[in-house]
């Protein structure tokens, strides 16, 4: 609220405070720094800014020779040197196209303070120059805030009416804040009192006065950067947020009527409606508000109250908006870090996907290469060996043939000679054509054409268009957020990330809970299920796929969730009889009709084994509550047990019986009283039920061959009341039963 009570020309609390024609407010000290004196011999103002009626132009005509003097006195900015006899039918006037009562904002060279004034107008044809050295002709002032600019009457700056309710919630404001200052006591002073606190540190969260903060918070080192504020407002204090209004000049009860600004003897009792300003006694008989529409100061006082709360309704509706907004907003930076996030990783995995794919695909060439190589140097070795040995045998003829020839005995020479003659020519048929060129070129006929993948990867990047329509991607389960209770489960899960292709719904499938075929338990847009009513103590397979236009997606994979092995449950409040009373967050029951009244359990069984007991709170005049089970549609207003769909024992204080429709059974002595304890065991495994009276089994089973889906089941009146206790563990050692009388 405090910007509120500031001065826009001096940014302190506003002082003596008047109201302008805008109905922004400003000081009275600020207002004469920014008001503009503009002498008649610079400017001839508009028509509109001299006064007006018939009562004006009389008074122009009686003035004679010294209405330029007049003039130029009736321009000083206290009322003091206003000329006397004005025209106070119209104090005031602005420079407006359509007299409204403002003026337009046009920049000008006259511009003290940062504040515009009027614009020069020219002079009016025919118009006589005022003699050089006249005094100011008029005075004008423009708003700081709407740059709106009106020009003073011959009052001055008092022409503007005073805003005394500003005034009275600046001083309460001064107040509430200065006792608020002198609560707050510094929190590290070792003196006793403690010395009143100077300044607040907003990362310290501590009261420091000026001593203490000298010494304990200098600023130096990391302290420099704390943020220090004056002390907090107290809460109870005036103006800092309590209802208190303080009883000094400013309080609202004991402040003094304000007084007419034209007729100081007289209090503001009407309300102009044409000026929509209060109005005198004296206004309505001798000023220009005589004719005007008036009404009852009270009466609009109200009607502008009542008005502005409405208003303020508006603004808070509008103010919840937008905490809502901002906290959606907060969401919404949440999600975008979580999102950003996970981009990156996607981003970072792919393009290691890639990196890999590269490396695989590198190792791969690099294998071929190898091999050509080994290839290459295998049939260069062999070709070399080849080569050497027929070069060593070729050699060795020669060396022998010349030999040979050397010998002079010639019948020794012709008995070889035809030999070595065809030995010679065989080698000579070896070193054929071709023989002496290598098989294999040093040269690798592997080129790698990598310019299409380069050129893929510089253009790799988000594309940022519609994408072809195809099925969903595998949707990822999340989970941290799958949990069970009781025998319901919840799932959840999300798309992909980088994942363009549209999504209208999801399938979520379950199993029976012993292996078998899944069903569909979930079609919709929702990325978070809950399924009720499964068996308890069961395990459970579950997974999810997505779909669109263009078809079913693949499953996600297969989540496991295992449901509790005992059941939680309380009375159903929604389905039980209406004169059942229900407390203890569901968990006592009793009932206001003297007729027996049936409540369920909000737990429903069809398999496994299950126990609870029920707690005989109170117990009046020998009644005969009845405990059991029950189908969803049992009727209850009725005991429980009349009907083919209720399987029951009731008890009274002596005996109990079982009942099923409406069929009496196996009478067994024992029976309740304040105090006692009923166990229910209910094992749908060998389908039969059974009762307990204080841990010891009342008869024999009281039902077989039960099958279906139960709900646990009580009927009782008024003289009962019991309390539920479940989540019990199904008994170990059962006691020797009580033998029925029949």
Not at 375 to 400: A, F, P
Not at 480 to 502: D, I
Not at 599 to 619: I, M, N, P, Q
Request: overall charge neutral.
């Amino acid at each position: 609220m405090e910007e509120e009570l500031k001065c826009p020309v001096c940014g302190s609390l506003f002082r003596e405070p008047i109201i302008l024609p805008c109905s922004h407010n400003v000081c009275l000290p600020c207002a004469r720094t920014i008001a503009v004196q503009t002498p008649e011999s610079e400017q001839h103002l508009p028509p509109l800014l001299h006064p007006r009626g018939p009562a004006a132009a009389a008074a122009a005509a009686a003035a004679g020779p010294g209405a330029g003097a007049a003039a130029g006195s009736a321009a000083c900015l206290e009322p003091e040197c206003a000329a006397g006899g004005g025209d106070h039918a119209d104090k005031l006037s602005l420079h407006s196209e359509t007299d409204s009562g403002y003026g337009s904002y046009t920049p000008s060279l006259k511009s003290p303070n940062g504040v515009r004034v009027l614009p020069l107008v020219p002079a009016p044809p025919g118009a006589a120059a005022a003699p050089r050295g006249a005094g100011p002709a008029s005075s004008s002032l423009t708003c700081p805030q709407c740059h709106r600019s009106a020009s003073l009457d011959q009052r001055g700056l008092r022409g503007f009416q005073r805003n005394r309710l500003l005034e009275a919630i600046v001083q309460r404001y001064q107040q509430g804040r200065a006792a608020a200052a002198a609560a707050a006591k510094c929190q590290l002073c070792d003196r006793s009192p403690p010395e009143p606190a100077a300044v607040l540190c907003e990362q310290c969260e501590v009261l420091y006065c000026a001593s203490c903060q000298l010494r304990c918070h200098p600023a130096r080192g990391p302290f420099a950067k704390h943020r220090l504020a004056p002390p907090p407002a107290h809460p109870g204090a005036p103006g800092g947020g309590g209802d208190g209004g303080g009883g000094g000049k400013g309080a609202g009860g004991g402040r003094k009527p304000p007084a007419c600004a034209e007729h100081d003897l007289e209090n503001y009792s009407m309300y102009c409606v044409s000026c929509r300003s209060p109005v005198c006694y004296q206004c309505l008989e001798e000023g220009k508000h005589g004719k005007h529409d008036v009404k009852a100061l009270g009466a609009v006082w109200k009607q502008h109250k009542a008005q502005l709360s409405q208003a303020l309704n508006g603004v808070s509706d509008k103010a919840k908006e937008a905490k809502e907004f901002l906290v959606q907003l907060k969401n919404l930076l949440q999600q975008i870090q979580e999102n950003g996030l996970d981009y990156e990783a996607c981003l970072v995995a792919q393009c290691d996907a890639l990196v890999d794919a590269l490396t695989r695909q590198k190792a791969k060439l690099l294998t071929k290469v190898t091999k050509e190589r080994e290839h290459k140097l295998k049939v260069v070795w062999d070709q070399i060996n080849h080569c050497t040995l027929k070069l060593r045998q070729s050699t060795g003829l020669m060396e022998y043939c010349l030999e040979v020839i050397k010998e002079n005995d010639p019948s020794g020479f012709l008995q070889i000679s035809d030999a070595l003659i065809k030995r010679v020519q065989v080698s000579q048929e070896q070193w054929v054509k071709g023989a002496l060129e290598p098989k294999v070129s040093a040269e690798f006929d592997l080129t790698l054409d990598s310019e299409p993948l380069l050129q893929s990867i510089h253009q790799l990047d988000f594309i940022q268009m519609k994408f072809p329509v195809t099925v969903p991607p595998v949707p990822l389960l999340q989970l941290e957020k799958c949990c069970t209770r009781n025998n319901s489960v919840t799932l959840a899960w999300r798309m992909p990330p980088l994942s363009h292709n549209p999504v209208e719904g999801y399938i979520l499938e379950l199993d029976d809970g012993d292996g078998g075929q899944f069903r569909e338990v979930y079609v919709g847009k929702e990325t978070l299920c809950t399924i009720d009513g499964l068996h308890f103590n069961s395990t459970y397979n579950a997974r999810v796929k997505a779909f669109n236009s263009s078809g079913v997606g693949p499953y996600s994979k297969t989540v496991i969730l295992q449901t509790s092995d005992v059941a939680w449950f309380t009375f159903d409040p929604s389905s039980a009889h209406r004169d059942i009373v229900l407390s203890n967050d569901n968990q006592t029951a009793t009932c206001n009709s003297y007729d027996d009244r049936v409540v369920l359990g909000t737990a429903a069984f069809s398999k496994g084994v299950h126990y609870w007991e029920l707690h005989v709170d109170r117990y009046d005049n020998h009644p005969d509550p009845a405990f059991g089970i029950a189908r969803i549609n049992v009727v209850k207003d009725m005991m429980l047990g009349k009907d083919d769909k209720a399987w029951a024992m009731y008890v009274d204080n002596n005996r109990s019986w079982f009942m099923h429709c409406n069929s009496h059974t196996n009478r067994t002595e024992g029976g309740v009283s304040k105090g006692a304890t009923v166990g229910v065991l209910l094992d749908l495994n060998k389908h039969n039920l059974t009762f307990y009276i204080n841990g010891q089994q009342q008869g024999p089973p009281a039902f077989e061959n039960i099958e279906g889906v139960f709900m646990p089941a009580l009927s009782l009146n008024r003289n009962v009341q019991v309390t539920l206790h479940t989540g019990l563990e199904v008994p170990q050692c059962v006691k020797q039963p009580k033998l029925p009388n029949n």
